[in-house]
């Protein structure tokens, strides 16, 4: 157990909808990473906070949003989703601590199935 | 800009036989590398890393070197055991400002028959 928290483990919703996704860091980690995982694109970085700010931005669609609150949690929001936007999303922390290693910790991830 | 290349798989081997999984990467500067595990149905988890040249990064009976004349961080391990079926991930960080995030291969399944 990593100590990353994602919810839900599962989710299955239609094309056009909205989603959100939950991350809670492990306990002291200040960093929250977004990744998506599909099988043509492999393990891709979608975006990263720190202490509730936007640090970096990847491959993130312009349909796809994301947010730090106060408490250090994190919201991946995906809206007008389409069946190509089926995939394993994974949220990772890392801490100062870490920040000079660069080591971060997965979450066990979200299965989003868009029909 | 960054990549990370894994050697094609998937790859079967018998239990206690060696293992070698290659990788290699393309970075500016001087990259932290990890390997990551994917147990099936799990998350990715952080198997071994080395943040500069000549470090062995090693857990449970797994072994990378970084080379940084070979650009590669080739995993190994010397008997492996059916529990170490998996998919393996290489993967770079580097420390590019304030952006660590993750670069990583394409992943390789390995299944260890009894």
């Known amino acids: 157990d990593s100590g990353v928290t994602q919810t839900p483990k599962h989710l299955i919703t239609a094309t056009g909808q909205r989603v959100t996704l939950r991350c809670s860091p492990r306990?002291?980690?200040?960093?929250v990473y977004w990744y998506q995982q599909s099988l043509d694109q492999g393990l891709q970085f979608l975006i990263q906070?720190?202490?509730?700010?936007?640090?970096a931005k990847g491959n993130i669609l312009e349909r796809f949003s994301a947010q730090q609150f106060p408490d250090l949690h994190s919201e991946l929001n995906l809206s007008s989703l389409e069946l190509g936007d089926s995939a394993l999303y994974f949220c990772?922390?890392?801490?100062?601590?870490?920040?000079?290693?660069?080591?971060?910790?997965f979450g066990p991830g979200t299965r989003l199935t868009v029909t | 800009g960054n990549s990370v290349t894994q050697m094609e798989g998937p790859v079967t081997l018998s239990e206690e036989a060696f293992l070698t999984i290659n990788c290699t990467y393309t970075a500016t500067g001087y990259p932290s590398l990890f390997w990551y595990v994917q147990y099936p149905g799990e998350g990715l988890q952080l198997l071994l890393k080395a943040t500069k040249a000549d470090d062995k990064g090693s857990n449970k009976g797994f072994e990378a070197t970084y080379r940084k004349e070979t650009t590669s961080f080739h995993l190994e391990k010397g008997s492996v055991q059916v529990s170490d079926s998996a998919v393996y991930f290489c993967?770079?960080?580097?420390?590019?400002?304030?952006?660590?995030?993750?670069?990583f291969g394409k992943g390789i399944t390995l299944s260890v028959r009894p």
């Open positions: 906070y720190y202490n509730g700010e936007e640090r």
């Open positions: 990772a922390s890392s801490s100062p601590r870490t920040e000079t290693t660069y080591e971060q910790y």
């Open positions: 993967a770079l960080s580097d420390h590019t400002g304030a952006n660590s995030k993750l670069t």
């Open positions: 306990s002291g980690d200040l960093s």
